[in-house]
């Protein structure tokens, strides 16, 4: 069977069948439109064809646009889709559309141009585009509204989430939901039926008895229009699609049409819809790692693991994997700690039921997975073992001692330590092929990222095993090499020192709070993010950076400041900022006593703050950041530098709009970025700070070469 086809059949009654063939989700890629193009053609001028239908292979309509045509340099052309969609609607013969599993995007665009659409059950009905910095360009924009109404149209273009089929059904996006085995049955005869004149014929695109009166339409656009510049400031091509379905809305379906091809051409010209494919190729290629994935081996599977530690990381990860279907022993040291533990995993799964993301049957099942125990006895039953006991090295080394007798030989050995080396935690084992870490960010069960910490010593084998573990728990794993700090804290550690930096030379941290967040779109700034993780955490994690780095490090005399003073964050009310019992976060005037003597101790008295602006501020705390993952890169702890924009996104939510953090400084220009810290590294050399800012090895080699930081890494694979 060819890669890219549209097979055409026509039947004795006198349809032409037109089935999408392009595997595994018959994404429409540029020859498949083509040949479907071809293909509607023949079946208009065959004599022979009454009505048309089109299906897709393998029970899949169309999961969309094929994706890999936005990596490109050269942009798709949209014009020949929308004249496709056009002779799809308007051609001289009816043409009815046979959904089932999904259409999606430029698949559902497709669907809306037929004259009707039957989908099986539970068939996904969407307009993904936004989240890849575009918008519908096929007609989505202006057939979705006048099918469903424009409040749910919109509604469903700005979110991004598909409906299923029965509710598409109610909405008047589907005209029948059949059984699998009748859907093309059911749609030649709905075909042949519309062509005899024994059902209506409707054109989506000069549809308006859905529409809601212009007024109305008017004011749910103005809202629309101020809630997405509420909620994604920093975003252009969400206006772009809405001004284009004001345009169909006020002017008629074929002006709209013109709207949304010059917005569909804006949006592809935009750094936003470049870092946003960037990161979803870069997000589906963490899985690929060279030398492991590519070694011939084959993934053991996950049944049952054993997680040691039942405080909040060790709930959330034992929740994590009771909900995919894997078997847990969630060992404490007595039975207060135990019953504590189980009670996190339950409330877990309690939130999640109040939710409505899963069903308290659902609930109940995944928690009989879950037992508690005291002891190692039914340790040889695990496939994996993961540690998540405080942050003390004896006690690790204790536990893996223990943990090499007994589990079986064929057992992974895992700790969830984010500061301590991996090798030091197994070095009273003899088993260090076995001794990975599985670095979970907190709220475990939440958060997506896993960092998989290899050693110089483990297995390829164990690599591939946890990979597969991570996927099985819906995890984006990233596997990184084994420092301090592994690749995202130790990535970020320049990022709260900088600010400190900035702090010490006078800026207000409201300040650069908001610069942080409201400016570049974090979610929050340096100090918020430093009350939410607590001093305590940050002066504990700190030291290990100031040890391991003492050449390019700046040691905050603030946050010892706020230890002193137990003033450690939301937990303890104070922090940076002051909280209220809700936990609200406001400026604290008593923090100023301590801004005043953190300043005087700092050495930087006379050194005139080199920023001047919202984008200096930003400037000043992530370029040093780059820096720092461009040596992460250039030592290869990373796989691949688009790992670490991953990482950054998932982690720490950098905007995944900036495409992640080396892409966004290549989107920047690393001669831009290098420039700037040599110039820092200058102005801050008479406080013996410049090895703070001098720009790496690598960086200063990009920069000079006018080449890319994420250089070798792009689309590997299209959908």
């Not at 991996?422 to 870490?437: E, F, L, M, Q, Y």
Request: glycine letters at 10%.
């Amino acid at each position: 069977m060819p890669t890219r086809t549209v097979t055409y059949d026509v039947t004795p009654e006198g349809v032409a069948v037109l089935t999408l063939t392009h595997p595994p989700v018959n994404a429409l890629h540029p020859e498949v439109l083509q040949a479907l193009f071809r293909a509607l053609r023949q079946a208009h001028a065959d004599a022979n064809v009454k009505a048309i239908v089109l299906v897709g292979a393998k029970d899949r309509f169309s999961a969309g646009f094929d994706v890999s045509e936005f990596a490109k340099a050269q942009p798709p052309d949209t014009t020949i889709n929308q004249h496709f969609c056009e002779l799809l609607e308007s051609g001289p013969k009816p043409s009815v559309a046979a959904v089932s599993g999904m259409a999606l995007g430029g698949g559902l665009e497709v669907a809306m141009a037929c004259n009707a659409r039957i989908a099986t059950p539970g068939a996904q009905l969407g307009l993904p585009e936004l989240t890849l910095g575009i918008l519908p360009g096929f007609g989505g924009t202006q057939r979705l509204p006048r099918l469903v109404g424009l409040q749910k149209g919109v509604q469903m273009i700005l979110t991004s989430k598909p409906i299923k089929s029965q509710e598409g059904l109610k909405a008047g996006l589907v005209d029948a939901v059949v059984e699998p085995g009748k859907l093309l049955q059911t749609a030649k005869q709905w075909a042949l039926d519309i062509a005899a004149g024994l059902r209506h014929r409707p054109f989506s695109l000069f549809r308006t008895n859905r529409l809601e009166p212009l007024g109305e339409a008017s004011m749910i656009l103005d809202f629309a229009t101020a809630q997405a510049e509420k909620r994604a400031a920093h975003l252009v091509h969400p206006l772009l699609c809405l001004d284009a379905i004001r345009t169909g809305v006020q002017s008629g379906g074929l002006a709209g049409l013109k709207a949304e091809n010059a917005a569909f051409s804006k949006a592809q010209t935009l750094d936003q819809h470049k870092a946003l494919v960037h990161i979803f190729f870069a997000q589906r290629s963490t899985k690929r790692v060279k030398g492991i994935t590519d070694a011939g081996l084959k993934p053991r599977s996950m049944k049952k693991i054993a997680v040691l530690g039942g405080g909040l990381m060790g709930s959330g990860i034992a929740t994590a994997s009771i909900l995919a279907g894997i078997d847990v022993l969630l060992k404490e040291i007595n039975q207060k700690f135990l019953d504590a533990g189980v009670g996190r995993v339950k409330a877990n799964l309690a939130s999640r039921v109040k939710k409505g993301s899963m069903t308290q049957q659902a609930a109940d099942s995944a928690l009989q997975r879950l037992k508690g125990t005291l002891d190692y006895n039914d340790f040889k039953s695990v496939d994996l073992v993961i540690e998540a006991a405080v942050e003390n090295v004896k006690l690790k080394q204790q536990i893996f001692a223990d943990l090499e007798k007994a589990c079986s030989p064929h057992t992974i050995l895992s700790t969830n330590t984010s500061t301590i080396d991996i090798s030091v935690v197994g070095a009273k084992t003899s088993c260090p092929d076995r001794i990975i870490g599985a670095h979970f960010f907190s709220p475990a069960h939440i958060m997506p990222l896993l960092e998989i910490v290899r050693t110089d010593k483990t297995s390829k084998q164990v690599v591939l095993d946890t990979l597969e573990y991570g996927s099985k728990i819906k995890k984006t794993p990233v596997v990184v090499g084994n420092c301090t700090g592994f690749a995202v804290n130790r990535v970020f550690f320049p990022y709260t020192q900088a600010a400190c930096m900035l702090l010490d030379l006078g800026l207000d941290p409201y300040t650069i709070d908001k610069a942080i967040a409201l400016a570049f779109g974090m979610p929050m700034g340096p100090f918020r993010l430093s009350d939410l993780v607590g001093a305590d955490i940050g002066m504990h994690v700190g030291k290990n950076f100031i040890e391991s780095f003492p050449e390019r490090v700046y040691t905050p005399h603030i946050i010892l400041a706020l230890n002193e003073q137990k003033r450690l964050g939301e937990k303890t009310g104070s922090g940076f900022y002051k909280f209220d019992a809700k936990r609200k976060a406001s400026p604290d005037a008593e923090l100023k006593p301590l801004l005043e003597a953190s300043r005087k101790a700092s050495g930087l008295a006379g050194i005139k703050p080199p920023v001047s602006s919202p984008q200096d501020i930003i400037e000043f705390i992530f370029f040093p950041v780059v820096n720092e993952g461009c040596r992460v890169i250039a030592e290869g702890i990373v796989d691949k530098p688009a790992d670490l924009d991953v990482a950054t996104v998932l982690a720490m939510g950098f905007p995944a709009y900036r495409g992640g953090l080396i892409k966004w400084a290549d989107l920047i220009g690393p001669k831009h970025v290098a420039g700037r810290l040599n110039a820092w590294a200058k102005h801050f050399e008479g406080a013996k700070l410049a090895g703070f800012f001098k720009p790496c090895d690598y960086l200063a080699k990009v920069a000079q070469e006018g080449g890319s930081l994420g250089a070798g890494v792009g689309p590997k694979s299209s959908l």
